[in-house]
């Protein structure tokens, strides 16, 4: 049972110490940014690519400043058919207490009124990866992120606007411009606290 624990506990400092470089926070915020300008221009539109190239991309800067420094675990995946049903099962419970809060308050068909919650609905669904990657590190600034995100996610949902979706685009903007600097300041201390060495001359 000891052993257990031990082990349990060994892995979440490995997954915390491989989240200390802050790049999830960046890559997710600058989704999130481009996600909330694509609402406002087409342009915007490479969020798609970064939502599929984000792993590599992220995998590509810790190869060059993060493993260096402190090395790299390679993670078992025995438990990712698990996460990903949790991950399902809550955002399936988001769908539902939203379409019964808009039953109850509004009209479901109107399309109005769920473009004027959805701030809320992103602000609930994000809670599930920042909930997940809490019980993988035991780092508490994740449920910190999650309180945020429904925090601005109700605000933006209760304040009126003069276009429906602005409120979505602020939220997503201001949620993700908040990860992005947190992950820059995050990723910066970390450079600082882990100089490469160097190797001097003879």
Request: glycine letters at 10%; hydrophobic letters at 50%; aromatic letters at 18%.
């Amino acid at each position: 049972m000891t052993q257990n624990i031990n082990l349990k506990e060994i892995e979440k400092k490995a997954y915390r110490d491989s989240q200390q470089d802050g790049l999830m926070e960046v890559m997710m915020g600058l989704i999130l940014m481009t996600f909330g300008g694509f609402f406002y221009s087409p342009v915007f539109a490479f969020y798609i690519l970064l939502i599929v190239f984000a792993g590599r991309i992220v995998e590509f800067i810790r190869r060059r400043y993060t493993h260096p420094r402190i090395g790299f675990v390679k993670f078992h995946k025995d438990d990712s058919k698990d996460a990903l049903t949790g991950v399902f099962l809550f955002e399936v419970t988001v769908i539902v207490i939203m379409f019964t809060l808009i039953s109850l308050f509004g009209n479901v068909k109107d399309y109005s009124q769920w473009v004027d919650w959805a701030p809320l609905f992103f602000g609930m669904i994000l809670v599930g990866p920042f909930a997940h990657a809490q019980s993988r590190s035991g780092n508490v600034r994740y449920t910190g992120y999650a309180i945020l995100s429904v925090i601005l996610g109700l605000f933006f949902s209760l304040t009126e606007f003069a276009s429906g979706s602005t409120g979505l685009i602020l939220y997503l903007v201001l949620m993700g411009g908040f990860l992005f600097i947190s992950g820059l300041f995050i990723f910066a201390m970390f450079l600082r606290r882990y100089p490469l060495a160097t190797t001097g001359g003879a």
